[in-house]
């Protein structure tokens, strides 16, 4: 079992940057973020193995979000630059148990077992 806590969500004007943790416990090694927006399914953000550090990210956000992975503190992080009003979203932090670590590059939802409550980021323009 994985028990997922995110923060660091908030408003901010766009351009702005914003780092989202999620503070992880139990054993895992393929983490993702995903968001979901008023009205729309939740999508796959970006994932991380985190044994290689290995990542995957949507196109959608390639090049202003970046995932990352303290094993030290078991923390997930994601930074967020450059923001748009369009990545106005729920966001969650998941993860797979262990036995279920291969293909970690595909950042779907069925993939993966634990989640977080989420954190809010709101973007204006």
């Known amino acids: 079992q994985v028990q997922l806590l995110e923060s660091g969500g908030g408003s901010v004007q766009a351009g702005g940057s914003l780092r989202l943790s999620c503070a992880a416990s139990?054993?895992?090694?393929?983490m993702g973020w995903f968001r979901q927006a008023p009205g729309k399914e939740r999508e796959g953000v970006a994932s991380?193995?985190?044994?290689?550090?290995?990542?995957t990210y949507a196109d959608s956000v390639r090049g202003r979000f970046t995932i990352s992975h303290s094993n030290a503190k078991n923390t997930l992080y994601l930074q967020i630059n450059n923001l748009k009003p369009e990545d106005t979203a729920m966001y969650y932090c998941?993860?797979?148990?262990?036995?279920?670590?291969?293909?970690?590059?595909?950042?779907?939802?069925?993939?993966?077992?634990?989640w977080g409550q989420g954190t809010q980021v709101t973007v204006s323009s």
């Open positions: 998941a993860a797979r148990p262990p036995d279920n670590s291969l293909d970690c590059a595909s950042v779907v939802v069925r993939m993966f077992d634990f």
């Open positions: 139990g054993l895992t090694y393929c």
């Open positions: 991380i193995y985190t044994p290689y550090g290995a990542t």
